[in-house]
């Protein structure tokens, strides 16, 4: 039999949880910007000689970064945020899949 899951915090509101939700989705697009820019662009750049990818891909990654902060910014001013969840969060954006791990623990603590 399936259990079902349980639900984030039953005493989050509407707004709070539409900002839980707006940061996940902001933060997937940037790690997934990240990585397409490790992994794709900087190769084509440096072993094949092809730059415009870094231009798009990073320019697309830079305007996604700052989105993400802000979107981090919000939902914790929004949310009671648990402590370490700032600094995670900004530390996670600089590391290659940070943002699905910071993700994953984040509400996994709102869970409990």
Avoid: C
Wanted: aromatic letters at 12%; glycine letters at 8%.
């Amino acid at each position: 039999m399936s259990q079902a899951q349980p639900s984030l915090q039953p005493t989050l509101t509407k707004g709070q949880h539409a900002a839980l939700k707006n940061l996940t989705i902001t933060g997937y697009l940037e790690g997934t910007s990240f990585l397409l820019l490790l992994g794709i662009a900087m190769p084509l750049k440096y072993m094949l000689g092809i730059s415009e990818a870094v231009t798009y891909i990073g320019m697309a990654h830079g305007v996604l970064f700052i989105a993400y902060i802000l979107m981090l910014l919000l939902t914790t001013s929004k949310i009671k945020l648990p402590l370490w969840a700032m600094p995670a969060g900004v530390l996670g954006s600089f590391l290659p899949f940070g943002p699905f791990v910071f993700d994953y623990f984040l509400k996994k603590r709102l869970r409990k």
